[in-house]
C-alpha cells in the first residue's frame, strides 16, 4: 500500500495520514492527529501504535515530531461526544488535525472507513495504520498524547487508575466507578455510566 503513496510523494504531492485514538474508553476525550512525513527522512520502525511498546511508542512520538514536515494534534471533547456521538466527534477531531496542520496537505489518508469534512481529496484506508506509514505515524502521536492527558487524569483524581487502565472499561476502572461514582470526564452516554445515571434520574 505504502508503493502507491510513495508514487504520489515523489510526484511532489503532500499525503497527509491521520488516525484517532480513544474512541472505546468510557473518560475522557478522543484525541486524533494528523502527519505529513518527509520522505528524505524516513522514520524507522513506524507500525499502528497498538503494536508497539509503550517504550518504543514515546520514542517514535518524539522522533516524529522532529523529523515530520507537518503534523498536528487534535481532540473531541466528552461534551460533544455526549452531544454528537462517538462517531462524529472523532471524525470533527479529524477535521480538526487536519486544519491544525502548518503545511496543508494535497491529499488525505484516514484510517478507517469513514472521511471527515476535508477541502481537499480524501480516502479511507480500512487497517490503515497498520499499511501507511504516515497514518501509523499519526496513531502514534493520538496515542501517546491521550495516554499522556489519562496520566494527568490520574493526577488530578488519584481514586481512579488512569494512568493504568487509561479510561478503558476494564475491570479495575468498573469497580472504581462502581465504587467512587462517575466524574466530569466520564462519558454519560457510555454505559455503565449511562445506566447509572439513569438509576439516579439523572439521565
Request: glycine fraction near 6%.
Amino acid at each position: 500500500m505504502d508503493d502507491e503513496f510513495s508514487i504520489k510523494i515523489s510526484q511532489g504531492l503532500m499525503l497527509a495520514g491521520v488516525d484517532e485514538a480513544g474512541r472505546g474508553p468510557l473518560a475522557g476525550p478522543v484525541f486524533a492527529a494528523a502527519v505529513i512525513l518527509d520522505p528524505i527522512r524516513p522514520i524507522a520502525g513506524l507500525a499502528d501504535s497498538k503494536t508497539l511498546s509503550e517504550s518504543k511508542r514515546d520514542s517514535l512520538y518524539s522522533l516524529i515530531k522532529e523529523t515530520a514536515l507537518s503534523w498536528s494534534i487534535a481532540q473531541a471533547s466528552v461534551e460533544e461526544i455526549d452531544e454528537l456521538n462517538i462517531l462524529k466527534a472523532t471524525l470533527l477531531a479529524m477535521q480538526r488535525a487536519v486544519k491544525g496542520l502548518p503545511i496543508q496537505p494535497d491529499e488525505v489518508l484516514v484510517d478507517g472507513n469513514r472521511l471527515p469534512d476535508l477541502s481537499m481529496p480524501a480516502q479511507a484506508i480500512v487497517k490503515g495504520d497498520s499499511k501507511v506509514q504516515a497514518i501509523s505515524a499519526a496513531s502514534i502521536l493520538a496515542k501517546v498524547e491521550r495516554d499522556k492527558l489519562m496520566v494527568d487524569y490520574h493526577q488530578l483524581y488519584p481514586e481512579f487508575s488512569f494512568h493504568v487502565h487509561k479510561g478503558y472499561g476494564t475491570k479495575q476502572h468498573l469497580a472504581e466507578i462502581e465504587r467512587f461514582g462517575f466524574l466530569d470526564i466520564h462519558r454519560r452516554t457510555f454505559n455503565p455510566v449511562k445506566s447509572m445515571l439513569m438509576r439516579l434520574g439523572r439521565y
